[in-house]
């Protein structure tokens, strides 16, 4: 057989699923989290199977779910970066307004608030997340995104705003 079929993807993903997600749950520390990596690592190789024969798929799937990992964890460092670069602006201007914004009920409505908006971000697909990472954290342009993922800028576009208007459900109640 030279490229990867339905039966023999399925002899991989039984034989080795569980030490897979051990693998993974070691990098990411969830259990969970490593399950999604791991079936996210099995859809990318089905979504590209003519592009690989069945020689050395194991190795294969556990480097690429090394890969998946770190790009988790990279993506949960973004997050935490961004989330106290936030906090820091926000402690800033209470500095400079001489009015506090984190007291009593307010710290306690930021903290919730802070808990949802990482939720929300995290629930992202990854393709989505990607592009919401870098568009709001690294700053680049549609048109840089759209240059080093390979894909158009009205796509970009879809993206944000698709992952803006998700991200807007959590601010939503808390006007007015």
Do not use: P
């Not at 080795?16 to 051990?22: I, L, N």
């Amino acid at each position: 057989m030279n490229r990867l079929d339905y039966i023999g993807l399925t002899a991989l993903f039984t034989r080795y699923y569980r030490r897979m997600v051990d693998y993974a749950s070691r990098y990411v520390g969830s259990t969970e989290q490593a399950r999604d990596l791991v079936q996210d690592c099995f859809v990318r190789l089905w979504e590209q199977k003519d592009n690989y024969s069945d020689s050395h798929l194991a190795a294969l799937l556990f480097r690429m779910v090394k890969g998946m990992c770190m790009d988790h964890l990279r993506h949960r460092y973004v997050e935490e970066r961004f989330a106290s670069n936030w906090l820091m602006i926000k402690m800033e201007e209470e500095n400079n307004s001489g009015d506090s914004i984190f007291q009593g009920e307010e710290q306690a409505l930021f903290s919730e608030l802070y808990k949802e908006v990482c939720k929300e971000v995290s629930c992202l697909s990854d393709s989505k997340r990607r592009v919401f990472e870098l568009s709001w954290f690294e700053g680049l342009s549609n048109k840089e995104i759209a240059g080093r993922l390979g894909i158009s800028e009205a796509a970009v576009s879809k993206s944000l705003s698709s992952s803006l208007q998700k991200l807007s459900k959590v601010f939503s109640y808390r006007k007015g």
